[in-house]
Protein backbone atom coordinates (compact mmCIF):
# COMPACT_ATOMS: atom_id res chain seq x y z
CA UNK A 1 0.00 0.00 0.00
CA UNK A 2 1.37 3.29 -0.64
CA UNK A 3 2.41 4.94 2.64
CA UNK A 4 2.65 8.19 1.30
CA UNK A 5 -1.01 8.24 -0.30
CA UNK A 6 -2.68 6.75 2.79
CA UNK A 7 -1.31 10.24 4.83
CA UNK A 8 -4.20 12.91 5.28
CA UNK A 9 -3.14 16.45 4.30
CA UNK A 10 -3.66 19.03 7.43
CA UNK A 11 -4.75 22.31 5.57
CA UNK A 12 -3.34 25.10 7.57
CA UNK A 13 -5.43 27.90 8.86
CA UNK A 14 -5.81 30.89 6.36
CA UNK A 15 -5.87 28.67 3.13
CA UNK A 16 -8.97 26.85 1.64
CA UNK A 17 -9.05 24.22 -0.63
CA UNK A 18 -11.98 23.39 -2.74
CA UNK A 19 -12.65 19.92 -4.76
CA UNK A 20 -14.63 20.91 -7.86
CA UNK A 21 -15.74 17.82 -10.38
CA UNK A 22 -13.23 15.89 -12.41
CA UNK A 23 -10.78 16.22 -9.58
CA UNK A 24 -9.95 19.89 -10.16
CA UNK A 25 -8.36 21.29 -7.01
CA UNK A 26 -8.00 24.65 -6.10
CA UNK A 27 -5.95 25.97 -3.21
CA UNK A 28 -5.88 29.26 -2.24
CA UNK A 29 -3.71 30.63 0.54
CA UNK A 30 -1.71 33.96 1.54
CA UNK A 31 0.94 33.68 -1.20
CA UNK A 32 -1.83 32.97 -3.96
CA UNK A 33 -4.14 30.68 -5.79
CA UNK A 34 -3.09 27.65 -7.41
CA UNK A 35 -5.13 25.65 -9.38
CA UNK A 36 -4.75 21.96 -10.71
CA UNK A 37 -6.59 18.94 -12.28
CA UNK A 38 -5.62 15.51 -10.61
CA UNK A 39 -6.11 11.74 -11.76
CA UNK A 40 -9.53 11.11 -12.39
CA UNK A 41 -9.47 7.96 -11.49
CA UNK A 42 -9.07 8.96 -7.64
CA UNK A 43 -10.96 10.12 -4.85
CA UNK A 44 -10.07 12.96 -2.63
CA UNK A 45 -12.56 14.00 0.34
CA UNK A 46 -12.15 16.67 2.55
CA UNK A 47 -12.66 15.56 5.90
CA UNK A 48 -12.62 18.59 8.46
CA UNK A 49 -9.64 20.13 8.01
CA UNK A 50 -7.69 17.86 6.33
CA UNK A 51 -7.62 15.89 2.58
CA UNK A 52 -8.20 12.34 2.38
CA UNK A 53 -6.83 10.64 -0.86
CA UNK A 54 -8.16 6.95 -1.79
CA UNK A 55 -7.35 4.34 -4.22
CA UNK A 56 -9.92 2.18 -6.21
CA UNK A 57 -8.29 -0.72 -6.89
CA UNK A 58 -4.48 -2.06 -6.19
CA UNK A 59 -3.06 -1.80 -10.01
CA UNK A 60 -0.13 -1.00 -10.50
CA UNK A 61 -0.93 2.10 -12.28
CA UNK A 62 -3.36 3.29 -9.18
CA UNK A 63 -0.49 2.61 -6.46
CA UNK A 64 1.38 5.62 -8.57
CA UNK A 65 -1.23 7.85 -8.88
CA UNK A 66 -2.42 7.40 -5.27
CA UNK A 67 1.36 8.89 -4.12
CA UNK A 68 1.39 11.27 -6.99
CA UNK A 69 -1.85 12.94 -6.27
CA UNK A 70 -1.46 13.16 -2.42
CA UNK A 71 1.78 14.88 -3.05
CA UNK A 72 0.81 17.44 -5.20
CA UNK A 73 -1.95 18.49 -3.39
CA UNK A 74 0.78 18.92 -0.52
CA UNK A 75 2.97 20.61 -2.86
CA UNK A 76 0.25 23.30 -3.69
CA UNK A 77 -0.30 23.70 0.20
CA UNK A 78 2.93 24.26 1.00
CA UNK A 79 3.27 26.69 -2.29
CA UNK A 80 0.20 29.06 -0.92
CA UNK A 81 1.86 29.13 2.38
CA UNK A 82 5.56 29.24 2.49
CA UNK A 83 6.47 28.82 -1.51
CA UNK A 84 9.35 27.69 -2.98
CA UNK A 85 13.01 28.63 -3.79
CA UNK A 86 15.81 27.29 -5.55
CA UNK A 87 19.54 29.01 -5.26
CA UNK A 88 22.00 28.78 -8.24
CA UNK A 89 25.48 29.80 -7.67
CA UNK A 90 27.56 31.09 -11.22
CA UNK A 91 30.95 29.85 -11.12
CA UNK A 92 34.27 31.12 -13.04
CA UNK A 93 36.13 33.61 -14.16
CA UNK A 94 34.26 36.46 -15.68
CA UNK A 95 30.63 34.51 -15.01
CA UNK A 96 28.26 36.51 -13.25
CA UNK A 97 24.48 37.26 -13.08
CA UNK A 98 22.65 41.03 -13.38
CA UNK A 99 19.04 41.68 -12.72
CA UNK A 100 17.20 44.58 -14.61
CA UNK A 101 13.60 44.42 -14.30
CA UNK A 102 12.07 41.22 -15.34
CA UNK A 103 15.30 40.03 -17.03
CA UNK A 104 17.74 38.07 -15.96
CA UNK A 105 21.80 38.84 -18.09
CA UNK A 106 24.15 36.44 -17.49
CA UNK A 107 27.68 36.67 -18.75
CA UNK A 108 28.72 33.03 -19.04
CA UNK A 109 31.79 33.60 -21.00
CA UNK A 110 29.82 33.33 -24.75
CA UNK A 111 30.75 35.98 -27.40
CA UNK A 112 27.01 37.49 -26.38
CA UNK A 113 25.14 37.71 -22.90
CA UNK A 114 22.55 35.53 -22.30
CA UNK A 115 19.10 36.95 -21.71
CA UNK A 116 16.19 35.23 -19.94
CA UNK A 117 12.86 36.98 -19.05
CA UNK A 118 11.19 35.78 -15.82
CA UNK A 119 8.24 34.00 -15.90
CA UNK A 120 5.00 34.79 -14.60
CA UNK A 121 4.32 34.32 -11.10
CA UNK A 122 8.18 33.22 -10.60
CA UNK A 123 10.26 36.44 -8.99
CA UNK A 124 14.31 36.09 -9.84
CA UNK A 125 16.94 38.16 -7.59
CA UNK A 126 20.44 38.08 -7.90
CA UNK A 127 22.63 38.55 -4.78
CA UNK A 128 26.37 39.85 -5.42
CA UNK A 129 26.65 38.82 -8.91
CA UNK A 130 27.18 34.71 -8.64
CA UNK A 131 23.87 33.35 -6.86
CA UNK A 132 20.75 33.69 -8.20
CA UNK A 133 17.49 32.92 -5.87
CA UNK A 134 14.17 31.79 -8.04
CA UNK A 135 11.23 32.07 -5.81
CA UNK A 136 7.79 31.16 -6.24
CA UNK A 137 4.46 29.14 -5.29
CA UNK A 138 4.58 26.45 -7.83
CA UNK A 139 7.18 23.81 -7.02
CA UNK A 140 7.27 22.94 -10.75
CA UNK A 141 7.65 26.09 -11.94
CA UNK A 142 10.11 27.03 -9.90
CA UNK A 143 12.39 23.62 -10.38
CA UNK A 144 11.68 24.43 -14.30
CA UNK A 145 13.15 27.80 -14.52
CA UNK A 146 16.13 26.69 -12.60
CA UNK A 147 16.59 23.84 -14.80
CA UNK A 148 16.18 26.68 -17.86
CA UNK A 149 18.84 29.24 -16.06
CA UNK A 150 21.66 26.38 -15.43
CA UNK A 151 21.19 24.41 -18.57
CA UNK A 152 22.98 27.89 -20.35
CA UNK A 153 26.63 26.66 -19.10
CA UNK A 154 26.09 23.58 -16.92
CA UNK A 155 28.97 22.98 -14.36
CA UNK A 156 31.86 21.18 -16.18
CA UNK A 157 33.75 18.47 -14.38
CA UNK A 158 37.31 20.00 -14.67
CA UNK A 159 37.02 23.35 -13.43
CA UNK A 160 33.96 23.68 -11.86
CA UNK A 161 32.72 26.41 -14.02
CA UNK A 162 29.23 26.57 -14.77
CA UNK A 163 26.08 27.76 -13.12
CA UNK A 164 25.01 24.63 -10.23
CA UNK A 165 22.54 24.68 -7.72
CA UNK A 166 23.72 25.40 -4.32
CA UNK A 167 23.19 22.45 -2.67
CA UNK A 168 24.64 20.69 -5.23
CA UNK A 169 28.14 18.32 -5.30
CA UNK A 170 30.11 18.50 -8.69
CA UNK A 171 32.01 15.20 -8.94
CA UNK A 172 35.54 16.55 -9.87
CA UNK A 173 38.01 15.10 -12.75
CA UNK A 174 41.73 14.93 -12.97
CA UNK A 175 42.67 16.65 -15.94
CA UNK A 176 45.43 15.26 -18.45
CA UNK A 177 49.12 15.42 -17.31
CA UNK A 178 52.23 15.36 -19.38
CA UNK A 179 54.58 12.84 -20.68
CA UNK A 180 57.54 12.31 -19.26
Not at 29 to 55: A, D, F, H, N, W
Not at 86 to 112: F, I, M, W
Request: hydrophobic share 35%; glycine share 10%.
Amino acid sequence: MSRIGRMPIAIPAGVTVDIAENNKVTVKGPKGELTRVLPQEMTIKKEGEEIVVSRPNDLKKMKAFHGLTRTLIYNMIVGVTEGYSKTLEVNGVGYRAQKQGKKLTLSLGYSHPVEMEDPEGIEVTVEDQNKIVVKGIDKEKVGQYAAEIRIKRAPEPYKGKGIKYADEVIRRKVGKTGKK
